[in-house]
């Protein structure tokens, strides 16, 4: 069941259908186009839509996004059936609270990269998914917006300004601390996710 409000604030969330809700939050536009972009991706292939809060991506975004994609399909090979088993798990007492506690498990080390902000998305789209099966809709929208709020809460996007913007992932990425964020992230999560399945 799910209890923060602020995650769904229809009186009767349970059947909030795939609608767009007004985004009132003072984010950067750019770092919301391309989560949301990064998640529509991901649900076009699966034969799945989520209607939009941003506009349509430009070139450049477009370009961001599919290089964000191509290191998810890296990890995804190795990480993608626990991510979702870990969503699903996380989704059972979904708030606020417990993704930012999740989400801050990627970067407990005090290490920013660029495939530890895409571990980050992809537990993202694992949510939305789940919470699209669910017809949730009203949460995967949230969940986008979730994402969005981390970066600039914990420092992350002051680290993807440091290097020029979300651009420098073009240049930037190497695979090479692609496996210690996973495996941090993993060891976080499960401790986060077993003291969740205790509480319930």
């Keep these: 069941m799910l209890t923060n409000a602020n995650l769904l604030e229809d009186d009767n969330p349970s059947v909030r259908k795939c609608e767009g809700t007004d985004d009132t939050d003072v ?7 391309i989560i949301e972009e990064f998640v529509q991706y991901k649900l076009r292939s699966s034969g799945k839509h989520l209607q939009r809060r941003s506009g349509p991506a430009d070139v450049e975004t477009q370009l961001l996004v ?11 090979i190795r990480y993608g059936a626990q991510l979702n088993r870990d969503a699903e798990w996380w989704i059972q007492s979904a708030t606020f609270e417990k993704f930012v506690q999740i989400a ?10 660029w ?12 949510v939305v998914f789940n919470a699209f099966s669910r017809n949730l809709c009203g949460l995967a929208q949230d969940v986008i917006k979730f994402a ?10 002051k680290w993807i300004e440091a290097r020029g913007g979300w651009l420098a992932v073009l240049q930037e990425y190497s695979s090479g601390s692609t496996t210690g964020g996973i495996l941090v992230f993993m060891g976080v999560l499960l401790m986060v996710l077993l003291v969740l399945k205790r509480s319930a």
């Design 66 to 76: 599919t290089r964000l994609i191509e290191i998810s399909n890296d990890l995804e």
């Design 115 to 126: 495939s530890r902000i895409v571990v980050l998305f992809m537990f993202a789209v694992k």
């Design 27 to 33: 984010t950067d536009y750019q770092t919301q186009t």
């Design 148 to 157: 969005a709020k981390f970066i600039f809460m914990h420092g992350i996007y």
């Design 104 to 113: 801050k498990g990627v970067f407990s080390d005090g290490q920013i990269s």
